[in-house]
């Protein structure tokens, strides 16, 4: 799947409570969520996540809290990818289990510039900054994290396990 | 060499163990059997939707999933109430043995093992990033999302990347009113707080072989705070003692192999470590507390899954005993269980509270991540013996909170200002 958006850039250590502060968490509706994403953080996100779908961020993104509300409130938002520096575990893990597509590349989140051109083929693992004219190339993940990738999440790949 | 006989650490061992297999190497995807399945009002509800769409119908074990409403019970708003509405439906509906009513329940990362529901070398997952608590009792344990949870709470089964382990040597004599807190706080500003990353860290050396549960509970309970998946403490005599009223001994113990190659391993010599506080706005972020002796506070904590057990209640009362709260200061006191509340106020803790001007809350993680009981405004500064001091954890987004142990956010609420105990004694 190849993605063409520009890019958002955050700093390092990003935290969930600054991606979704914990006094929406009495809510499961991912629109609801969405419409705090960032909150703590950007006030302009929702402004800029209508132009721009890629977060590009430093290291230790969405370290803190396990609340699987975080990458549910991006992904809602419209985000179609994010790239850092690095991430930490259980956003990864989170992001990964609910099909919100994470590239971890520290030479590509401290090298992209906001707003920058970019296209990312998550297959091959290939980031491209078309703006900047440049190609970074993204260890590709184990194959069984592959396998829920397809699968198009946990649960789904869940039950495709239990059919067997 | 056999695999078999290869050194593995402790958290390899339990991995193994809970996969049928003698071996398992770092870096391998495993999937692992579970002991417990963890979820509270804030997590479980998404995982509860998620499970539904599994289609498995029942859980797949009602004695190993635990259901504990903390975070925004006794409900906050309308809003919390149906989630917790919709949690303990779904208890009733699937009969979990362990699901914890307001009056029953207490904040899970104390409740669990107090109830000893949590064993050494069990494999344990939770809906909440402080899981990794139950490191202290011998146990691999990690937070995990709620679709993580759902498809445990279906299958007994859960994905685990089997984690390199960084060892943390503790050594010399602990100054006075030095715990688990500071010695934590200490490590992660050493390391930062992506210095373990993924990693399991293993904590031991002869100063954490003397310190108390609650204590050893604390550290565990950051481990997150440094980006770590574990936080384990080897079992000793310690261990079993807390374990004796609360087990009948039938557990695994799994001690890491000595000549086992660890990612790295940090000698702390502790005799030269002072009382410390974590600054706005990362738990790394830490100081000398008598070196923020000019930041003046609007509210205290004392609580939480990180301090909020007895040895915690014990230290505040210590100071708080004939002393009043600054004038300028809401002091906030929340024991973490009811079992601990209760006996805070058999030892007269509670009375000492209240006569200092001090109010003392049922359990709830509530102010901790700006949920209830505790909302810091805009410009507002607390110092909290919990464990997140990010941009509006505790509220506003331009509040700040100051992180410490019981000690100081005790000495500071007598002082209206950040202060260690002799100042106030």
Known sequence: ?164 | MNDKNKPQTMAQKILAYHCGRDYVSEGEIVNADVDIVLGNDITLPIAIEEFNKIGTGRVFDREKVVVVPDHFAPNKDIKSAQQCKFMREFARKQDIKNYFEVGKMGIEHALLPELGLVLPGNLVVGADSHTCTYGALGAASTGVGSTDVAVAMSTGRLWFMVPKTIKFIYSGSLKKWITGKDLILYTIGLIGVEGALYKSMEFSGPTVSKLSMDSRFTMSNMAIEAGGKFGIFEVDGITEEFLKSRSDGNYKIFRSDPDVGYEKIYNIDCSDIELQVAAPHLPSNTKNARDLADISIDQVVIGSCTNGRIEDMGIAAEILNGRKVDGNIRAIIIPATQNIYLEALKKGYIEIFINSGCVVSTPTCGPCLGGHMGVLAEGERAISTTNRNFVGRMGHPKSEVYLSGPSVAAASAIAGRIAIPEEVM
Not at chain 1, 19 to 25: H, K, V
Not at chain 1, 82 to 95: D, K, L, Q, T, Y
Not at chain 1, 134 to 154: M, R
């Open chain 1, 1 to 164: 799947m190849i993605i063409r958006e520009r890019a958002i850039k955050y700093g390092d250590n990003v935290d969930t409570d600054v991606i979704i502060p914990a006094r929406y968490l009495n809510t499961t509706e991912d629109r609801e969520l969405a419409s705090h994403c960032f909150e703590g953080l950007d006030k302009d996100f929702k402004e800029k996540v209508k132009e721009r779908k890629i977060i590009v961020a430093g290291y230790n993104f969405g370290c803190g809290s396990s609340r699987e509300h975080a990458p549910l409130s991006i992904k809602t938002s419209g985000v179609k990818a994010v790239i850092a520096a690095s991430f930490a575990r259980i956003f990864f893990r989170n992001s990964i289990n609910i099909g919100l597509p994470v590239m971890s590349s520290s030479e590509a989140a401290g090298f992209i510039q906001d707003g920058d051109d970019l296209e990312v083929d998550l297959s091959s693992g290939q980031i491209k900054d078309i703006t900047q004219d440049k190609v970074f190339n993204v260890n590709p993940l184990p194959e069984f994290i592959q396998g829920i990738i397809k699968s198009g999440g946990y649960i789904n790949f869940t039950r495709e396990n239990l059919k067997k």
